[in-house]
Antibody, heavy 118, light 109 residues
C-alpha cells in the first residue's frame, strides 16, 4: 500500500534552517509528481511546493519563494524540503503529498511538525 | 491564482441528516479540477472526491460531489458518526499554485 512518511521536523530558532524528508513506498515513486502542503496550528491547509516526477520542474508558493527548496532523489524514493531563513509564521505541520497524474492529491503523509521560535 | 471560499464555516447537524457543503471559486475552474478532502482531528487529510464528482477509492457512496465553473458542492446523503470532521475543497490547476478553501467544520448538533 502507498506510504508516505515524513521526518526532520522539530524546534528551530527564527532565521534557522531545517530539512524535511519524505520516504515513499508502495508505489513507483519516480512516476509521480509530488508536493508539500502545510497546516499552521488550528488553521487550514496551505500548498507550499511542487516538483515534477523527474525533478525538472518545481514551483513554490510566494510565501516561501527564495527560502524553501523542494527536491527529490528517485533512486532513494525520497522527497525533500530544505527550509532556510525560517520565520515564526512557518510554524506548521508539513505534509508530503502524492499527485495523481500531476493533478490532485491522492495520498497524504501523516505530517511532521516544525516549530519556529524567536 | 484562484481563491476558494467555503460555506458555511461551521455546519451543525445530527447523524442521519443530509449535509450540503459549498465551495465557490473566484474564477472559473477549468476542466473541473476541484477535489474535496476530509480531515479528522489529529489526522492527515484524506481524498474524498476528485474532478468535482468522482469518488476516490474506498469512499462510501453517501459522499457525492457536483458542480462546475465557479460553484461546487459536496453532499453527504445520510451522516454517519464518523463523518463529523473538517472538509476542504482544493483546486489543482495544470500549472501550480494549488489552492485550498478555508474549510467547513461539520459538527454534531
Amino acid at each position: 500500500q502507498v506510504q508516505l512518511v515524513e521526518s526532520g521536523g522539530g524546534l528551530v530558532k527564527s532565521g534557522g534552517s531545517l530539512r524535511l524528508s519524505c520516504a515513499a513506498s508502495g508505489f513507483s515513486f519516480s512516476d509521480y509528481d509530488m508536493s508539500w502542503v502545510r497546516q499552521a496550528p488550528g488553521k487550514g491547509l496551505e500548498w507550499v511546493s511542487y516538483i515534477s516526477s523527474r525533478g525538472t520542474d518545481t514551483n513554490d508558493a510566494d510565501s516561501v519563494k527564495g527560502r524553501f527548496t523542494i527536491s527529490r532523489d528517485n533512486a532513494k524514493n525520497s522527497l525533500y524540503l530544505q527550509m532556510n531563513s525560517l520565520r515564526d509564521e512557518d510554524t506548521a505541520v508539513y505534509y508530503c503529498a502524492r499527485l495523481w497524474s500531476g493533478y490532485y492529491i491522492d495520498y497524504w503523509g501523516q505530517g511532521t511538525l516544525v516549530t519556529v521560535s524567536s | 491564482e484562484i481563491v476558494l471560499t467555503q460555506s458555511p464555516g461551521t455546519l451543525s447537524l445530527s447523524p442521519g441528516e443530509r449535509a450540503t457543503l459549498s465551495c465557490r471559486a473566484s474564477q472559473s475552474v477549468s476542466s473541473s479540477f476541484l477535489a474535496w478532502h476530509q480531515q479528522k482531528p489529529g489526522q492527515a487529510p484524506r481524498l474524498l472526491i476528485y474532478h468535482a464528482s468522482n469518488r476516490a477509492t474506498g469512499i462510501p457512496d453517501r459522499f457525492s460531489g457536483s458542480g462546475s465553473g465557479t460553484d461546487f458542492t459536496l453532499t453527504i446523503s445520510r451522516l454517519e458518526p464518523e463523518d463529523f470532521a473538517v472538509y476542504y475543497c482544493h483546486h489543482y490547476p495544470t500549472s501550480p499554485p494549488h489552492t485550498f478553501g478555508q474549510g467547513t467544520k461539520l459538527e454534531i448538533k
